[in-house]
């Protein structure tokens, strides 16, 4: 990736801390060695900080995580630095902290919002540094001096990152808005999100019509950017829309230079929401994905298809979860209920794991139980019809299934079918990210 060049200002930083005294340089760098073991801790704990205190910061799985690259590239920059006495103006910004910017501008998150999140990763990494200092055993006269060159190293790193990013996202943001031949998102989101909305101003700016049913998709290609990804995307949803045989061209917009919203327009008919259906009627590109929300009509359609198709794409898209299939609906089974869960990734752990006992285990064994359980479900516990399914005897089935209930009797608490369905449900959808590592 190029990074932006930056100004003739930006090279160094206004204040550049002045030597300091070898016991003080000692201190900082002891307490740095102490919290290199916990900067996973630190990079976690302060990206869930500014996710829940800024707005956009971390709006799905993917941004949360390009988040919490950056997050952790800068915590450990600074340990870095006060470990061995780095001078700041000898610094490069980390390649996460600059794509990070990229993607808020790119999704017209306001550039105050990222500056908002650099001065609170400088309060919070202040706190922790404070916190180590007041457990050293050290003099008054040098702890004040201590906390003032670590605050004046601080706030030296902050004042130069804050300007190097900022113009990386007002570069980006540039380029971003020279972008044609899709809807500028900030129109899309004034719709979305604004309580009476100027729906005329809408239709007119993008000849899109909200009196009638909506069927919202995201579409997405991971892996690394490449420069015709978006063009790739419209064309995408396009040929979706003809092969839906809706009533006018879908609405498209980019979100970024990887994911693009659509809106297929239809008139009394029923779209097909099905996603097994919807793979056989249209093509999907092969590094292609989509998300599918469920019908609606109107302005109130319009948004709660589309909040749908990105609970399904949140879904589909945590990290570390098994590969997604091409096209994930809303209305899939279990999709809809996993998307609050996956919300609090460690509330869902907890949760599979008292529900299913052992039957939580990542295991190969326990994970051919699970399979086989959760078709004995979905076949409204049919030993007959989960051995047709998955091509076993049916005395096998019964022999699995047996061994199954077993398993999750070993729970803290008992609990009924339905949450039994549900939480193997989860652990189909987020795999290892909820299962229990074998010891």
């Known amino acids: 990736m190029t990074i932006s060049p930056i100004r003739p200002d930006q090279r160094r930083p206004s204040r550049i801390p002045a030597m300091a005294d070898a016991n003080v340089v000692a201190i900082l760098a002891d307490i740095a060695r102490t919290l290199k073991a916990r900067e996973l801790e630190i990079t976690e704990r302060m990206s869930a900080l500014m996710a829940r205190e800024i707005a ?3 709006d799905d799985p993917q941004l949360a995580e390009t988040l919490e690259a950056s997050v952790h590239g800068n915590v450990s920059t600074v340990i870095h630095v006060l470990a061995n006495d780095i001078p700041v103006d000898h610094l490069q910004p980390t390649t996460a902290a600059v794509e990070y910017a990229r993607r808020l501008a790119q999704r017209e998150v306001p550039s105050n919002s990222l500056v908002r999140a650099y001065h609170m990763g400088q309060n919070e990494m202040l706190r922790i540094y404070y916190d180590e200092i007041d457990r050293r055993a050290v003099s008054a006269p040098l702890a004040l001096a201590v906390v003032k060159r670590l605050t004046e190293i601080i706030y030296s790193y902050i004042e130069w990152i804050t300007l190097y990013v900022f113009d990386a996202y007002e570069a980006e943001r540039s380029r971003w808005s020279s972008f044609r031949g899709s809807v500028r998102s900030s129109t899309v989101h004034a719709v979305l999100a604004t309580d009476t909305p100027d729906t005329a101003a809408f239709e007119a700016e993008t000849g899109y019509r909200l009196s009638r049913t909506h ?5 997405w290609r991971p892996g690394p950017e490449q420069p015709n990804t978006l063009n790739l995307l419209d064309t995408q949803a396009r040929a979706i829309a003809r092969g839906l045989h809706t009533d006018s061209p879908p609405l498209v917009t980019a979100i970024d230079r990887h994911t693009a919203w659509a809106w297929l327009p239809f008139g009394s008919r029923e779209p097909i929401t099905n996603t097994t259906e919807l793979r056989s009627r249209v093509h999907i590109a092969d590094d292609t994905q989509l998300a599918v929300g469920l019908p ?3 302005l109130d359609g319009f948004r709660r298809s589309h909040q749908q198709a990105r609970a399904a794409y949140f879904v589909a898209t945590v990290p570390g979860t098994p590969s997604p299939p091409p096209v994930v609906g809303f209305g899939d089974p279990g999709v809809a209920v996993t998307s609050l869960l996956a919300k609090d990734l460690d509330a869902a752990r907890a949760w599979v794991r008292e529900v299913l006992g052992e039957l939580a285990d990542d295991t190969d064994q326990a994970a051919i139980l699970r399979r086989t359980l959760s078709t004995y479900y979905a076949t409204s ?3 007959v ?9 049916r005395n096998t089935v019964k022999y699995r299934v047996t061994k199954a209930i077993e398993a999750t009797r070993s729970g803290t608490v008992p609990h009924d079918k339905l949450d039994i369905a549900l939480a193997l449900q989860i652990c189909r959808l987020l795999g290892a990210r909820v299962l229990r590592r074998p010891t």
């Open 215 to 219: 069927l919202a998709v995201i579409l």
């Open 385 to 393: 019809h989960t051995a047709e399914s998955l091509t076993l005897h």
């Open 296 to 298: 609606g009509e109107g």
């Open 56 to 58: 956009n910061l971390a």
């Open 381 to 383: 516990e049919s030993h």
